[in-house]
Nanobody
Framework: QVQLVESGGGLVQAGGSLRLSCAAS????????MGWFRQAPGKGREFVAG????????YYADSVKGRFTLTRDNAKNTVYLQMNSLNAEDTAVYLC????????????????????WGQGTQVTVSS
């Protein structure tokens, strides 16, 4: 059974930073690409960032490019989303997910390619 546990969310003022973590268990973490998505109240789930199984060439949504950085530590089975210059539009529940197939990369925005999802962590940015 794969488990993903997000942490690091909270309340922050506009312009501030947060670092989200997603700890994975139950699968050979190092062979699967990972993604972060978010869902704001009344809106659909939106792609934020994705990273390959090897950790190179992370891919970002245009809305977060230049502000968010996605990394992974395969030794710790954890991915990290560093979020800087936060604004009110970043307010959402942030969820991490693991891809369905090993060693795949690219097309990180396609939600159906993800097999397992975490419960999410709330990020609230006050303006």
């Amino acid at each position: 059974q794969v488990q993903l546990v997000e942490s690091g969310g909270g309340l922050v003022q506009a312009g501030g930073s947060l670092r989200l973590s997603c700890a994975a268990s139950g699968r050979t973490f190092s062979t699967y690409s990972m993604g972060w998505f978010r869902q704001a109240p009344g809106k659909g789930r939106e792609f934020v960032a994705g990273i390959s199984w090897s950790g190179d060439r992370p891919y970002y949504a245009d809305s977060v490019k230049g502000r968010f950085t996605l990394t992974r530590d395969n030794a710790k089975n954890t991915v990290y989303l560093q979020m800087n210059s936060l604004n009110a539009e970043d307010t959402a529940v942030y969820l991490c997910a693991v891809r369905r197939l090993a060693y795949g990369s690219g097309r990180y925005y396609y939600q159906d390619d993800y097999a397992y999802w975490g419960q999410g962590t709330q990020v609230t940015v006050s303006s």
